[in-house]
């Protein structure tokens, strides 16, 4: 069974910058289409960011573009995003997920479209 474990959340003020991690076990990182997704209280989870299998292919939510940036080290099996400029409504528990892809340049957005998740991390953003 994979396993996610996120970490890098935390009470932040309006401008700041966070990186969230999340380190996968097994062997098969490459292999995995990966996100980020987080869920506000009294909303739906909803689309952050993501990076295909290969890494060549990203996409963002327009909420969080060009503040947020995801990135994958398959050495590590690991993989990040790194948030700046934060601002209050980025208030919200942050979810990593994995999916097993054998499409190198697919980006999954659609949180049923992944395997594996993370349990999550809280960020809050004060103003």
């Known amino acids: 069974q994979v396993q996610l474990v996120e970490s890098g959340g935390g009470l932040v003020q309006a401008g700041d910058s966070l990186r969230l991690s999340c380190a996968t076990s097994?062997?098969?990182?490459?292999?995995?289409?990966v996100g980020w997704f987080r869920q506000a209280p009294g909303k739906e989870r909803e689309f952050v960011a993501g990076a295909s299998r290969s890494a060549f292919s990203t996409n963002y939510a327009d909420s969080v573009k060009g503040r947020f940036t995801i990135s994958r080290d398959n050495a590590k099996n690991t993989f990040y995003l790194q948030m700046s400029s934060l601002k209050p409504e980025d208030t919200a528990v942050y979810y990593c997920?994995?999916?097993?892809?054998?499409?190198?340049?697919?980006?999954?957005?659609?949180?049923?479209?992944?395997?594996?998740w993370g349990q999550g991390t809280q960020v809050a953003v004060s103003s």
């Open positions: 097994g062997r098969s990182f490459s292999t995995y289409g």
């Open positions: 997920a994995a999916k097993t892809s054998t499409l190198p340049y697919t980006v999954y957005s659609l949180p049923r479209a992944y395997d594996y």
